[in-house]
């Protein structure tokens, strides 16, 4: 029988890594990411997400439809918790806040933003190579809120895109050599 450090440690660990996988996972919906979305899940995993139930390759699918229209997209997850009925299984509950801007359609500059605020169920397990990743999901719904907005940002600074053109990528791709200044400067790629 382990020790109950051991175990401790044990959840310790596997509440860091289902944490990081659901972090990884809002970046790379929000970022259009799909390969990275895909690699959260196991590849028999099933998602209960609102209207669409399935696979992970029909949620993508179902993703890119949804997120074509968008112009903005951040998810917010918090309050996670994990359970572990079993070393390799983690229950995990987590909330999510999703604002969701649509691309502007009007002269007038009005967009449409939709707020979701949800919470996760997700089971998840461990892959062969140990790493955690969500087996299944089921989003539940608690508020869903649609309104008018004014994209008011300042044309200065740097701007956040839904693809390979966020800045993100460059501060990934250039590691430990990165700078800010590279953006003031005008060095961007």
């Given at each position: 029988m382990p020790r109950e450090d051991q175990v401790e440690r044990s959840?310790?660990?596997?509440?860091?890594?289902?944490?990081?996988?659901?972090?990884r996972y809002a970046r790379a919906v929000d970022r259009c990411d799909w390969d990275s979305v895909r690699a959260c899940y196991h590849d028999n995993a099933f998602d209960h997400h609102g209207a669409y139930q399935g696979g992970v390759d029909g949620l993508i699918e179902d993703m890119k439809i949804r997120h074509a229209q968008l112009d903005s997209s951040v998810h917010f997850i918090t309050n996670v918790l994990v359970d572990l009925p079993d070393p390799y299984v983690a229950l995990v509950e987590s909330?999510?806040?999703?604002?969701?801007?649509?691309?502007?359609?009007?002269v007038s500059g009005a967009q449409q933003l939709t707020t979701v605020k949800c919470r996760y169920?997700?089971?998840?397990?461990?892959?062969?190579?140990?790493?955690?990743?969500?087996?299944?999901?089921?989003?539940?719904l608690d508020e869903?809120?649609?309104?008018?907005?004014?994209?008011?940002?300042?044309?200065a600074g740097a701007r956040s895109e839904r693809d390979q053109k966020d800045?993100?990528?460059?501060?990934?791709?250039?590691?430990?050599?990165?700078?800010?200044?590279?953006?003031?400067s005008g060095v961007e790629a």
């Open positions: 959840r310790v660990d596997v509440t860091t890594a289902v944490t990081d996988c659901l972090y909330y999510c806040l999703c604002y969701l801007r649509r691309r502007r359609q009007e169920l997700d089971k998840f397990t461990p892959d062969a190579r140990g790493r955690w990743r969500i087996a299944s999901r089921m989003v539940v869903v809120c649609v309104g008018e907005v004014q994209d008011s940002r300042p044309q800045p993100l990528w460059t501060f990934l791709d250039r590691g430990a050599d990165w700078n800010s200044e590279d953006y003031a």
